[in-house]
């Protein structure tokens, strides 16, 4: 048992856990009578508060993801060890904030991250995403800025105690909006059309799908319920600038399960620096990003580290404009931003654009054309971008030869 768990249980006499039910039943979507009853039947004294009061739940199942989530003791959980295919402490996620934002203008026809990549010869194709649907976990998104109007096709908010989705009749482009800004800034970098006359998004006509599920609550249930929700909407990419600090295996799983529902993780790797990194997006299993800047050098914030296994030693797998990332700010006009958070919307545009180029390309074949044709970065260690930074055009021409 992990240390959290056992210094929660010593402390409290009860712990929230993460169990993951074994594939047979629960990635059917039937939960576990087994399970279930070794959860508390009321919410323990001192986990209540005034949002838990009249829902009294004690424990969420996430059918699509074959996870539970909820309050145990220790004889709750001894029992469960056997039973399910892995146990966790539920620890809570949160954002990857930009270290830095700041007041910006337009410059010239596209960001300077949209050029990089080469985006307008890949656009002048007809490649811009049409008809592949993103999701997109973050603070929501401000549909009416008018780099994102009619881009929006599938927006939620959650419940911030019980992760449930919040009932709204409205159209996704009504109901959708940013409770802060970050969530605006990234969804522009994926989709976003001219902003001030510039072009801000890598994939301008994909489908976005917006959860707002951080901040505050029990932000686990929120992202869980969001995941479920792209996987109902058949997502074909998951960009997500959100993860735990250092690595846990908490959302291991959680991430197995997305790529066995067709979707592709694409995680941002953390901002805090060489020797560190961010779970889930450190897992061999998503496609994690680091940042870059325009002079072709890793971001001194970006994250990396290098782990002792065979798979993917080296994380970020790759790195991608993250640095004055001019996008979509929340009532109108622009800002820059610095951060991994902004580097990864960029390489989940990317992932659009490739799903549009090849419809019928598997996960696997998507992240090997994206990874195998990286250019490394002169004067870097690979430790710091793993394959190198993203190229399209490269991408474009492996993922051909594959199909």
């Given amino acids: 048992m992990s240390e959290i768990i056992d210094t929660h249980l010593e402390n409290f006499g009860y712990a929230m856990i993460f169990v993951v039910g074994k594939q047979d039943k629960e990635s059917l979507g039937e939960p576990s009578t087994i399970i279930q009853e070794n959860f508390l039947q009321s919410i323990p004294e001192g986990a209540s508060t005034s949002l838990t009061k009249g829902n009294e739940a004690t424990y969420r199942f996430f059918p699509k993801l074959g996870v539970y989530v909820g309050y145990m003791d220790k004889k709750g959980i001894n029992k469960t060890k056997d039973i399910a295919a892995s146990l966790h402490p539920a620890e809570n996620i949160s954002p990857i904030r930009p270290v830095a934002k700041r007041l910006a203008m337009s410059a010239g026809s596209m960001t300077w991250g949209c050029q990089r990549l080469g985006l307008d010869k890949i656009w002048s194709q007809g490649l811009t995403g049409k008809g592949v649907r993103v999701g997109h976990l973050?603070?929501?998104?401000?549909?009416?800025?008018?780099?994102?109007?009619?881009?929006?096709?599938?927006?939620?908010?959650?419940?911030?105690?019980?992760?449930?989705?919040?009932?709204?009749?409205?159209?996704?482009?009504?109901?959708?909006?940013?409770?802060?800004?970050?969530?605006?800034?990234?969804?522009?970098?994926?989709?976003?059309g001219l902003a001030n006359g510039m072009a801000i998004g890598v994939a301008p006509n994909c489908d976005l799908f917006s959860g707002l599920v951080i901040e505050g609550g029990k932000v686990e249930f929120r992202v869980l319920r969001g995941m479920e929700w792209c996987i109902e909407n058949h997502v074909r990419i998951l960009s997500m600038s959100l993860g735990l600090r250092g690595y846990t295996p908490v959302w291991l799983e959680i991430v197995r399960r997305l790529r066995q529902n067709g979707v592709l993780p694409v995680f941002a790797i953390g901002n805090e620096g060489p020797g560190t990194s961010r779970s889930p997006g450190n897992y061999v299993e998503p496609i994690s990003v680091g940042a870059m800047d325009s002079n072709d050098h890793v971001a001194d914030f970006s994250s990396s580290v290098k782990f002792d296994r065979q798979e993917e030693p080296y994380e970020p797998e790759v790195?991608?404009?993250?640095?004055?990332?001019?996008?979509?700010?929340?009532?109108?006009?622009?800002?820059?931003?610095?951060?991994?958070?902004?580097?990864?919307?960029?390489?989940?545009?990317?992932?659009a654009i490739l799903f549009q180029f090849q419809p019928t390309a598997t996960l696997e074949q998507i992240e090997k054309a994206l990874q195998d044709t990286c250019r490394p970065l002169t004067g870097e260690s690979k430790i710091r971008y793993g394959h190198g930074s993203i190229d399209v055009q490269a991408a474009m021409a492996a993922l051909k030869k594959m199909m």
């Fill in 138 to 192: 973050d603070t929501g998104v401000d549909a009416k800025h008018e780099a994102l109007r009619g881009k929006i096709k599938g927006f939620i908010d959650t419940d911030p105690n019980t992760g449930d989705i919040i009932p709204d009749p409205r159209s996704p482009e009504d109901a959708a909006y940013d409770s802060d800004e970050h969530g605006t800034h990234t969804a522009g970098t994926i989709c976003g």
């Fill in 319 to 351: 790195v991608a404009p993250g640095v004055n990332v001019i996008s979509a700010k929340p009532g109108g006009g622009v800002q820059a931003m610095d951060g991994t958070s902004m580097a990864t919307p960029h390489a989940a545009g990317v992932a």
